[in-house]
């Protein structure tokens, strides 16, 4: 089934503890779409970048069966640009510049060819850029899943609860659930986003995994646990991409797929994290995958008789 | 199978976000033979306690199969009393008083009755005592884990890295296990430990489960998300009790058994945080516990078809 992906197509100068690089090609909808593409195609990508993008990064992504028709060129322009440094702990990071360029302008339209995707995954974007796109979808996808920030909870927190009421799934990291809502238990909160509108919740805790929930239900994704975390950039775009991509592959958005498609997201993760930007993700080929995903299952795996 | 734990049984005062106690029976071995004692029995407790503990949870005690051949009574002194104030996040804790009173003069003697063992729990003291117990040993357990923390790690560390050669599991929370080792990665950290001597590490981290580490094999157990922590305290103690409680009923040492362990460790500790001190721990029956483990069985499994 199809999957339309909508966020930032940019340029990041990425600073950690084992490492710098001063260009990077990176984004929201790069990563969704380089993890995704594994699982599903086509994946349709609305986007806007400058006269700067590489066009042999267009050439990989569309070699990946990731369709282009909405990614809008301004020839006069930079691509959105991003630098920050990370902390010794990789869960935190100081932002040291962010240049809007041609993201300022950013005015998303879905092409006719996307028309009646199943699945749509809002970025990170203005709540108001968001709520644009699921209005310009003439048939409304089987499911919409959004990611946000403080940012937006601070400068457009009336704009962001509207969205809310519109999408299925909000897919946040820890901080941002507690900041939404006000509660620092993360079970509580996840209830109270439920009460907003998306029917379910996903809290990503970093190193420490996620967590899915729905009405009463839950479920626990750990992380993998790794020697080194060498650039967390990305990585929770990544985690949707993985996640988005195998629901929209199986067309199943039962509890049971969902569990499936966050331990998926979360074995795409942890290769983003091996190396700078998304260059692991463009290295890795389905028999990795599969390889990581078994990972995964012995890392949880336990058999307990209860007598 | 026998098991003999070590370690403090004393009065603390607790104030938690949600309450305050001023006075409420605590201690590592306390919490540890409450857990334990679900799962196997006798327990055999080595402590020292003043004049002002309470006979009936001494009687109590003895009720669940708990042996206290080894707890020395000083009948002029107080037991050891602890008082701490938690912060929001639940994980982290100010210390307002440590009243060691009995505590100073502990120099445990393991009874003749309790000789044989094959399983012992040194519950966080100093580190010579800790050796102390080992060297009184006539037969060598099958098995030894130990607890310690960061003002070991300050006062007492080179006491402390020759007991860890001696012992075959170090059970340390996240924090401690970068404070040993000076470093920040887990994964790195508990082979670290390895190094050190024990075979086995787990490393402990709150809210977000616990790490099983042996040679190059990782268990991830996940803790179970709640509402309310209500009380942290003990938890940490009777996550080690429901652990090797698990683990001397059985007499199982392989990794696959202590993965069931650690889940049964985990589902201990998930009571324990329901109220204050051990009042939890004495209201549950083995129907609770087995439905508690179910709870964790569901929170994690997952099934997937690698393709």
């Known amino acids: 089934m199809s999957l339309i992906t909508v966020g930032t197509m940019a340029f990041d100068a990425i600073e950690t503890p084992f490492g710098k690089i001063s260009k990077i090609v990176g984004g929201s909808a790069t990563y969704v779409a380089y993890a995704a593409s594994n699982f599903v195609k086509p994946v349709q990508q609305i986007s806007i970048i400058g006269n700067d993008f590489p066009q042999e990064e267009l050439d990989e992504l569309r070699n ?34 962010t240049d809007l360029n041609v993201l300022a302008d950013f005015d998303p339209k879905v092409p006719d060819s996307y028309q009646g995707a199943e699945f749509l995954m809002l970025g990170n974007l203005a709540p108001k850029i968001q709520l644009n796109v699921i209005q310009e979808m003439k048939k409304r996808p089987k499911l919409i899943a959004m990611d946000t ?22 897919i946040v990291n820890d901080a941002e659930a507690r900041q939404l809502t006000g509660l620092f238990s993360l079970v509580k909160a996840a209830k109270s986003i439920m009460q907003m509108g998306p029917k379910y919740v996903i809290i990503k805790k970093g ?6 929930f729905q009405d009463d239900e839950v479920f626990y994704a750990p992380a ?8 967390p950039t990305g990585a929770g775009d990544t985690f949707a991409g993985g996640f988005i991509g195998h629901l929209a592959k199986t067309g199943d958005i039962s509890f049971e797929n969902m569990k499936r498609a966050i331990i998926v997201g979360s074995a795409m993760a942890s290769f983003c994290v091996e190396k700078f930007g998304p260059i692991r993700l463009k290295e890795i080929n389905q028999e990795d995958i599969n390889n990581r995903i078994q990972q995964f299952k012995d890392l949880v795996s336990f058999d307990i008789e209860l007598v």
């Open 224 to 231: 993998l646990p790794l020697e080194d975390v060498f650039d």
């Open 64 to 97: 990946r069966g990731v369709h282009l028709d909405g990614v809008e060129i301004v020839p006069d322009k930079k691509s959105f640009f991003w630098s920050g440094r990370y902390h010794e702990d990789m869960n935190s990071r100081d932002t040291l510049t």
């Open 149 to 170: 920030m403080n940012f937006w909870m601070e400068s457009a927190m009336s704009e962001l609860k509207i969205v809310l009421k519109y999408v299925d799934m909000l």
């Open 207 to 212: 190193e420490h995994g996620a967590l899915l």
